[in-house]
């Protein structure tokens, strides 16, 4: 038997695997291998040819920047003006500088640790986190806001796609159409629809010209919102003084559910290891250099999207954007007459194809980790027919939550602040507990201060969520989207 599998390097312990595709195949399994053979410095899981973010390993920093770029920027950075009307422009902008280098820095570490000295890769958050904390800790920490940045992230990727597809129809028809306007439900089926389709592709490497799409698409809507926000005319009266409202209690937790919708804007953490987890390494060329490449230009051009759209919009509208509501509700309330429906109902196209570009990013997870319980179980890979099963149930439950739970974008506040560590506060902690840089050494200065900071800010993101959710109040309705 050893003799059969001794192309396969295993070494870690089963939590700890990376789920990292090999290069070569034990004769025991007796397919082809899908890539080169690869370095024996990388220590692999044979299951891992089998999944769908790790079974093909030609990325490049190419695919890395597409895939950061698209799930990187999302409609919560159209918030950001917000955020702005309530800190200022001194405190928005030093707030929105050091969250961006914050978790820049913290995106750095991932990439850092996504292979270790031994040559184990972490192809997955949560076998990262496991591997740092120990197994049980591990998951206890990390599954629930993993689940949600990838599940939940889809559900709302649907809201705004749907949403989306409805606002294209009422520009273009407005009262002339004669034809029953479609519901939001309607909507919302017509995307995942669309959403289920493009996730037919097997794995995330094959999804890199989606991604590329999607970033165009993102980079397109971001822009042409903030442009067209500062050609406009400034709506009458607009003051730049900061809302303040209500007792001081009541400040402070807006300012810390403004500091939220900064911190929110940036997203794609949970989805960095595994996109590095589709290149390929050795000790002469490990897959950090690329990805570590991809990343920086991926967040040049996110930063040159999301500064412009914060100062931009707020200098637009200042403390006259919507309650609760982004740059785009603004555009729409201020301009809508005075701006061409095409240009409207081009903003409204970029986001329903960036929503279904980034859905196929954050649901891979999903199918990834739905296939894994299949393959560990039965030993072998999953056959078409179940794939295609699996990923259309994810769809269906995805959909059925949009529909029967339209209030969940109202509790994003209170669940991103959960999972907010996932961003800033476990990479730092995870570097500190597996490179065990000595004691009060700038590394273990930075990270120790760096990680208990982000966890504080968490509890108060969260603390000040549920304070607005009791005072203020959530309109709850099932089944009953708007």
């Known amino acids: 038997m050893a003799a059969n599998v001794e192309t396969l390097a295993i070494s870690a312990p089963p939590f700890q695997l990376d789920n990292s595709p090999s290069m070569t195949r034990s004769p025991l399994i007796g397919s082809a291998p899908k890539t080169p053979a690869r370095s024996p410095f990388t220590k692999l899981d044979p299951q891992d040819d089998w999944l769908p973010i790790t079974e093909s390993r030609n990325g490049n920093m190419y695919y890395s920047a597409f895939h950061t770029l698209s799930s990187g920027i999302g409609v919560p950075a159209l918030a ?15 707030c929105l500088s050091a969250v961006f280098v914050w978790q820049l820095y913290t995106l750095w570490l991932l990439v850092q640790l996504h292979e270790s000295e031994d040559g184990t890769r972490y192809s997955r958050y949560l076998r990262l986190s496991m591997a740092a904390f120990g197994e049980k800790k591990g998951k206890l920490l990390a599954l629930f806001p993993i689940m949600y940045l990838s599940g939940g992230t889809c559900v709302t990727l649907i809201m705004i796609g749907g949403g989306a597809m409805k606002m294209i129809f009422e520009i273009l028809c407005n009262d002339t159409c004669d ?4 519901s939001t439900v309607e909507w919302y089926l017509v995307f995942i629809c669309c959403a289920i389709i493009l996730a037919q592709l097997p794995n995330l490497n094959s999804i890199a010209r989606v991604s590329l799409i999607g970033a165009i698409t993102a980079i397109g809507y971001c822009t042409l919102i903030w442009v067209l926000s ?11 003084e900061p809302v303040k409202t209500g007792s001081e209690l009541a400040r402070a937790c807006g300012v810390l559910n403004a500091v939220g919708i900064v911190a929110f804007a940036f997203r794609g953490h949970n989805v960095v290891l595994e996109i590095q987890g589709t290149m390929p390494s050795s000790r002469q060329k490990p897959s950090r250099q690329p990805m ?3 990343v920086k230009f991926a967040y040049l051009v996110i930063a040159m999207c999301l500064f412009p759209l914060a100062i931009g919009g707020y200098w637009a509208y200042g403390n006259s954007i919507p309650a609760n509501e982004g740059i785009l509700s603004a555009l729409y309330k201020y301009h809508l007459r005075g701006t061409s429906k095409v240009v409207l ?14 859905f ?4 891979m997870l999903v199918f990834d980790n739905l296939e894994s319980r299949y393959t560990c179980s039965k030993h072998k890979p999953c056959p078409r027919w179940l794939r295609t099963a699996l990923r259309i149930f994810f769809g269906c439950l995805a959909f059925f939550i949009s529909i029967a739970l339209p209030f969940l974008p109202s509790l ?6 959960i999972a907010l560590p996932i961003t800033l506060a476990y990479p730092c902690l995870m570097w500190i507990l597996i490179k065990k840089p000595a004691k009060y050494t700038a590394m273990w200065c930075i990270n120790g201060v760096l990680g208990v900071s982000g966890m504080v800010l968490s509890v108060l993101i969260v603390g000040a969520a549920i304070w607005s959710i009791v005072t203020i109040g959530v309109e709850v309705h099932f089944f009953k989207p708007e």
């Open 345 to 358: 109902g081009l903003a409204s196209v970029l986001i329903v194809i960036n929503s279904l570009s980034s």
């Open 292 to 294: 570590w490449k991809g």
């Open 360 to 363: 196929q990013i954050y649901a």
């Open 80 to 94: 950001l003006p917000l955020a702005f009307s309530v800190l200022g422009w001194a405190w928005g902008i030093v």
């Open 179 to 182: 034809i029953t306007p479609p």
């Open 230 to 240: 500062i050609t406009k005319s400034r709506p009458p009266g607009v003051s730049y």
């Open 412 to 417: 994003a506040g209170l669940i991103e602040g």
